[in-house]
């Protein structure tokens, strides 16, 4: 495994300061939502710019409006790594078993970890 000098932040293999960048993006848009890493950068399974898999918790789906913003609050922000954003209320089994297999806690309700 590769991690270009990353290392593991509270479970998540990224560098700190990106870390706290996307915590403050989602305390920003999704402050009542709880947020999950998982995938190759929690597993271990990554390259230096292999993307950030986030699971946005609830039974819910956000309002169109607000996954809009914080897509795109993401994709405009100094993060030189691609986040992808998913929906634990839309996503199938697969995701829903690798989240709860895998995931790590990166924002709860009210507040970034």
């Known amino acids: 495994m590769s991690t270009g000098g990353e290392q593991a932040s509270g479970g998540v293999i990224i560098r ?17 939502r709880e947020a999950l890493a998982f995938g190759s950068r929690v597993t271990g399974g990554n390259r ?12 819910t789906p956000l309002d169109d409006a607000t996954l809009f913003r914080l897509i795109e609050t993401l994709e405009e922000s100094d993060l030189p790594i691609n986040v992808d954003v998913v929906q634990l209320a839309l996503a199938g089994p697969h995701i829903n078993e690798a989240v709860a297999k895998h995931g790590v806690v990166i924002h709860t309700a009210g507040k970034s970890l």
């Open 16 to 32: 700190p300061h990106w870390l706290a960048m996307v915590r403050e993006i989602l305390q920003r848009h999704v402050p009542e």
């Open 48 to 59: 230096p710019f292999s993307d950030l898999d986030i699971a946005i918790a609830g039974d």
